[in-house]
T-cell receptor, first 115, second 109 residues
Framework: DTEVTQTPKHLVMGMTNKKSLKCEQH?????MYWYKQKAKKPPELMFV???????INESVPSRFSPECPNSSLLNLHLHALQPEDSALYLC??????????????FGSGTRLTVV | QKEVEQDPGPLSVPEGAIVSLNCTYS??????FMWYRQYSRKGPELLMY????GNKEDGRFTAQVDKSSKYISLFIRDSQPSDSATYLC?????????FGQGTRLTINP
């Protein structure tokens, strides 16, 4: 299994809602990442988990709350988002923080719309 | 100045042409270099991964890294319409994968 699976694929939420994005991988990777991608822009790093511990937070607003329940799962909890948070949210994983010998594997993303 | 510079294009070439995509970077701390392909509304797909200067070939794709010049390239031979996508260079330093702006490529039949 060489996939990173993200659910849901699409999400529309109001500014007062609470929702969660989920990411799963079964490649034995020990580093997992959340990226945000706006239209016609490259992905931007949000969070890095290494061995299930948060190792990097790129000064992301607290309305985004990551969680790594185990080595295969990564969640992103969303609360009180703004319309400008609408974007494609990508999850990625790698053998370890340097990408090992195989780089980073990305999921297909969750397209989030905040109304 | 961005850490990783990539011409966003767009780039349009006829089918069968050789495509050359390039990135430059400013930080010598980058150690691992990748090229991703991203189709519209999809996640990035890893095409090539390398960590040393020189060339790496995989089918129609060749990745080239010149660490002394801080310059990386991706060559696509015998380009196909299915190669039409955005190509992103990316490189790693201190657990961070940093992307170039991406080049939008169209291969015309």
């Amino acid at each position: 299994d060489t996939e990173v699976t993200q659910t849901p694929k699409h999400l529309v939420m109001g500014m007062t809602n609470k929702k969660s994005l989920k990411c799963e991988q079964h490649m034995g990777h020990r580093a997992m990442y959340w990226y945000k991608q706006k239209a016609k822009k490259p992905p931007e790093l949000m969070f890095v988990y290494s061995y299930e511990k948060l190792s990097i937070n790129e000064s992301v607003p607290s309305r985004f709350s990551p969680e790594c329940p185990n080595s295969s799962l990564l969640n992103l909890h969303l609360h009180a988002l703004q319309p400008e948070d609408s974007a494609l949210y990508l999850c990625a994983s790698s053998h370890e923080g340097t990408g090992g010998n195989y780089g980073y594997t990305f999921g297909s993303g969750t397209r989030l719309t905040v109304v | 100045q961005k850490e990783v510079e990539q011409d966003p294009g767009p780039l349009s070439v006829p089918e069968g042409a050789i495509v050359s995509l390039n990135c430059t970077y400013s930080n010598s701390a980058f150690q691992y270099f990748m090229w991703y392909r991203q189709y519209s509304r999809k996640g990035p797909e890893l095409l090539m991964y390398t960590y040393s200067s020189g060339n790496k070939e995989d089918g129609r794709f060749t990745a080239q890294v010149d660490k002394s010049s801080k310059y990386i390239s991706l060559f696509i031979r015998d380009s196909q319409p299915s190669d039409s996508a955005t190509y992103l260079c990316a490189m790693i330093r201190a657990q961070k994968l940093v992307f170039g702006q991406g080049t939008r490529l169209t291969i015309n039949p």
